[in-house]
């Protein structure tokens, strides 16, 4: 869907999908899974995160990853609108 990322993760990483583009980076080894996308601010994500049984709200901030990747991260996150989660 056009303006739609998609976060999930696996094992000790969380993936941020937009466009053809995956970027990964390493989380909590106690996170489960995500539940719930409750906030999208140009970068910001609040979600709601299950640790080992227990949901709890986390906060992720995009920016500083992108940076180091060396993506532009304003031209990256400009287009999108929404971010949901996929366990595809």
């Not at 739609?4 to 990483?13: H, R, T």
């Not at 140009?42 to 993506?71: C, F, H, K, Q, S």
Request: net charge negative; hydrophobic share 35%; charged share 30%.
């Amino acid at each position: 869907m056009d303006g739609e990322a998609i976060l999930s993760s696996s094992g000790e990483y969380t993936s941020f999908s937009y466009n053809g583009r995956t970027v990964r980076f390493m989380t909590s080894p106690y996170l489960d899974r995500y539940i719930e996308v409750k906030e999208w601010d140009n970068g910001y994500i609040v979600v709601t995160a299950r640790y080992r049984g227990v949901d709890e709200e986390e906060y992720i901030d995009l920016i500083p990853t992108l940076e180091d990747l060396y993506i532009d991260a304003n031209e990256f996150l400009k287009p999108i609108k929404k971010v949901r989660i996929s366990y595809d």
